[in-house]
């Protein structure tokens, strides 16, 4: 018997002595405010909780160590120093995604404890077992300060109230009850009779599949039953775009990556359901992977019906080689980007409750709308049939618009008729889900004696993996993006997409614009010291402006390049080593495709209005959008305000991708609101009681890149930024300036946050991160090994808004979710040049030697 006590309350324990006190929570006492986010591989520090007057991570502390201890979660906290951390985090723009956010208040909450007063150094140690993907943590240490002031003043915090308008930074919706643990994330969520699926994941990057014996784990106590390919009822493949990605994979087929899924096991428990996967017994034909792009290129097609490069883009403009040749400067060089995976910190999971003659998913993923047809398409079913659920999730930053478990959970639950949930431990995560393109880049650039670009070329390659995911839409994007924030006359580029036995790759946050910003702006510096043309003078006499085009002929309106660079010019005239780099970036998918937004007012009464749009809420504050669009047209209080995503509501919407549901949500909203604002003129709200104002917005009129419009419209919109990387006397970053164009600011405290943390993550795009695979197996897959920059690792951050107002936008915004870390890599790429001469044509780019050793 192991007796302690949690939250002020005894407790005996008889169990298993060797789970972690995580599982203990969670499972056996439904605390969820500790979080799981690395299974247990004490590197997240999701599941802090404070232990005999210590934060320890309760994911690696097992039962039987915490015998006659005093154990405190969030739950047990005096309710005044909980309230009062947590609204700090509020107030301070802490909280994004949010799931981090309980772990980090307790962390706080012994920090202050035992130092009411702790230094910003002090703060940094303090947070240094905790990633937080978001924020860049900055807004986490200033709510520490302020609590701590606060504690120690005994003062009350409230949380900030404001107009919910547009420009005030009203706090991010629902952020007090996601800091304290009491919103539920997928995994938290339990309903009756609920099982637990597990998958079975190939051994190989390429195999046949020659058996699958199941029998064992059928078997095994408390197994229910265990599923393969043979039992999918509709389609064996969904996709994106592509059709080409199977839900599982079966007998007599060939496997294409080690992500693919085998069989599934639903049982009990989900330790049962994993014992149970181990007794599945697979006989395979292995074959040689196909690892590398340039072979892939000429080796035996992966998919059958179509070649490993699967899609090209082309754009020319002019007689690039000889403009080039023409040219008094030039730069040509290889450069070479590296998988990076997305670690958000919440793990994917899935719900499928039967309904009906369907299923009702509970999602966390960036596209409900695409959830239901895919999930239809697997069940055999009509898309009215599958009902899905947005959970706001805990990160994606592009890694949750393929489908992951969602399918293979609602397959399981409509099978069984029984409610099934599929939550991956994180080894399984990086396994399974599409990372960020490794592009290989060849570019060269020139530029007459006037310091005046005059020509670009550019052969990328990226490897989209095993299953085309969304990657030729980024290789589009290297392609529309090489010229980045410059006019270049003559343009001439191949962007290749091409499959191989690799991870998948897709979206991640840049898309495929820092990829490309890295080599560019590598090259213009390189031209800046042959013709000793000074770096900022250089960027701001070849920026775009209003009139100029894009690579791919895209003339342009509401241009802020060269605002950007003017807000950095005093910081970039003080430093003596720097870095410079710009960056642009779409909003929209754009390229041809449809983007759309609808979405419903409905007046429940005078207390309550519905909010009902499809875009995902990840951390980025798209509900804050909608809701602050709507009191910004209606003047109603966002206190009563609710927002919903729910396919119920019929209001099909596309991928919350592009950096476009700012925008889209924000038009349609206008939409939405010209008739509701016209009847408040005449009535209250109570009368207006039960009424639906329906609202949308449609852009059908962009085009493909290289599709030879004579006046070519890619993207309705582009953001654009100018970041400079600023080194301290040892070649160590000490500050990073973006000057970013947002058109609008929506809300400065998260417009800042969202800069911040893309900042944060271009910092360890550039410096650290990485996944590296070796004959189409990972090289480690372990969260502590991903690179990802803790607190104490990253420099100052220093932020300037510009708005230079868009055409399209509302109120002129601009999409700011992906352009925080276009330039970034890029910028420190240049400085690090700056300091020692050395010019870096490969990520992650490490740090610079001390000079004279």
């Not at 005999?52 to 120093?81: D, H």
């Not at 207390?607 to 951390?619: A, F, P, R, Y």
């Not at 005449?682 to 039960?690: I, P, Q, T």
């Not at 639906?692 to 006046?711: A, M, R, V």
Request: aromatic share 6%; proline share 4%.
């Amino acid at each position: 018997m192991i007796s302690f006590t949690l939250n002020n309350e005894p407790q005996n324990y008889d169990g298993n002595p060797d789970i972690s006190l995580l599982d203990f929570l969670r499972l056996h006492k439904n605390i969820t405010s500790v979080k799981d986010g690395c299974s247990a591989q004490a590197a997240c520090g999701a599941c802090t909780v404070e232990i005999n007057g210590k934060a320890m991570l309760s994911c690696v502390v097992k039962m039987s160590k915490i015998r006659n201890s005093q154990v405190f979660t969030p739950e047990g906290f005096p309710p005044y120093v909980l309230d009062t951390i947590a609204k700090a985090m509020v107030n301070s723009g802490a909280v994004q995604c949010g799931f981090c956010t309980p772990g980090f208040i307790s962390r706080t909450k012994v920090l202050l404890q035992n130092n009411p007063k702790p230094s910003i150094d002090e703060i940094r140690k303090a947070l240094k077992p905790h990633i937080c993907r978001c924020t860049g943590y900055k807004k986490i240490e200033k709510a520490i300060s302020c609590a701590g002031e606060a504690i120690e003043k005994s003062r009350n915090l409230e949380i900030t109230s404001t107009s919910g308008k547009v420009g005030v930074s009203h706090p991010k919706y629902e952020a007090y009850d996601t800091a304290i643990g009491k919103r539920n994330f997928v995994d938290d969520i339990k309903v009756d009779g609920l099982l637990y699926g597990s998958l079975k994941f190939s051994d190989h990057p390429r195999a046949k599949i020659l058996k699958i014996d199941t029998a064992k784990a059928k078997s095994y106590p408390g197994v229910i039953d265990v599923f393969t390919a043979k039992d999918i009822p509709g389609s064996q493949y969904v996709g994106l775009i592509i059709q080409d990605w199977p839900v599982m994979l079966g007998m007599g087929q060939t496997t294409n990556y080690i992500g693919d899924v085998l069989a599934g096991v639903v049982a009990e428990d989900d330790v049962i359901a994993r014992e149970a996967l181990d007794l599945i017994e697979v006989d395979y034909e292995v074959y040689d992977p196909i690892t590398d792009p340039f072979q892939a290129m000429n080796a035996e097609n992966i998919h059958a019906d179509r070649p490993n490069n699967f899609d090209t883009t082309k754009i020319k403009i002019g007689k690039t080689d000889k403009a080039l040749m023409n040219s008094a400067y030039y730069s040509n060089g290889n450069y070479q980007t590296q998988r990076i995976e997305h670690g958000f910190l919440e793990k994917e999971s899935s719900i499928a409750i039967p309904e009906k003659k369907g299923v009702h998913i509970y999602s966390q993923s960036q596209g409900v709308y695409e959830d239901r047809r895919q999930v239809a398409m697997i069940l055999g079913l009509a898309e009215e049939d599958v009902r899905v659920t947005l959970v706001p999730n805990g990160g994606g930053f592009g890694g949750k618009e393929d489908l992951s478990v969602q399918g293979q959970t609602a397959l399981f639950a409509f099978l069984l008729q029984k409610p099934v949930k599929i939550t991956l431990r994180r080894e399984e995560s990086i396994r399974l889900h599409p990372k960020r393109h490794p592009v290989t880049m060849n570019i060269s650039l020139g530029a007459d004696r006037n310091g005046k670009l005059t020509g670009l070329k550019l052969r990328a390659v990226g490897d989209t993996g095993a299953y085309a995911s969304v990657g030729a839409k980024v290789m589009e994007r290297v392609a529309g993006h090489a010229s980045g924030g410059y006019y270049i006359p003559e343009v001439d580029i191949d962007a290749k997409t091409v499959y191989t036995n690799n991870i998948p790759s897709g979206a991640m946050r840049g898309f495929g614009a820092n990829q490309v910003a890295f080599a560019l702006e590598s090259c213009i510096d390189e031209i800046c010291i042959k013709g000793k043309f000074d770096p900022w003078q250089f960027r701001w006499d070849n920026a775009l402006v209003d009139g100029l085009t894009t690579s791919t002929g895209q003339k342009l309106s509401g241009v802020g390049i060269r605002s950007c660079l003017e807000a950095i010019k005093n910081d970039y005239s003080d430093a003596k080593f720097s870095g410079l780099a710009c960056g642009i970036k779409n909003s929209g998918v754009g390229n041809g495709m449809i983007d759309e937004s609808k979405v419903i007012i409905k007046i429940v009464s005078e207390k309550k209005i519905i909010l009902k749009h499809g875009w995902t809420e990840m951390g980025q504050g798209v509900h804050n959008m909608a809701l602050q669009t709507l009191c910004e047209e209606t003047g109603v209080s966002p206190d009563i305000i609710d927002v919903e995503v729910d396919t119920k509501a019929q209001i099909q919407t596309g991928m919350t991708t592009s950096s476009r549901a700012t925008a889209l949500v924000g038009l349609a909203v206008i939409s939405a609101s010209s008739s509701f604002k016209s009847d408040l003129q005449k009535s209250s709200l109570d009368e207006l009681s039960g009424k639906l104002y329906h609202g949308q917005f449609i852009c059908d009129w962009t085009n493909k890149p290289g599709s030879g419009n004579e006046n070519p419209v890619i993207h309705y919109s582009y953001g654009y930024a100018a970041q400079l990387c600023i080194l301290n006397e040892d070649g160590n970053i000490s500050k990073i300036v973006a000057a970013h164009d947002a058109g609008k600011i929506m809300n400065p405290m998260l417009f800042e946050g969202q800069i911040e943390g893309g900042v944060h993550m271009g910092l360890g795009y550039a410096l650290s991160e990485d996944l590296p695979m070796e004959g189409g197996f990972l090289l480690n897959d372990k969260m502590r090994k991903l690179g990802i920059l803790r607190a104490h690792e990253t420099p100052e951050i220093k932020v300037i808004g510009v708005e230079v107002k868009d055409p399209v936008g509302p109120y002129g915004a601009k999409g700011i979710g992906e352009i925080g870390l276009v330039p970034t890599a890029a910028a420190i790429a240049n400085a690090f040049c700056a300091y020692d001469g050395i010019r870096r044509k490969s990520l992650p780019l490490g740090s610079v030697l001390k000079k004279n050793g």
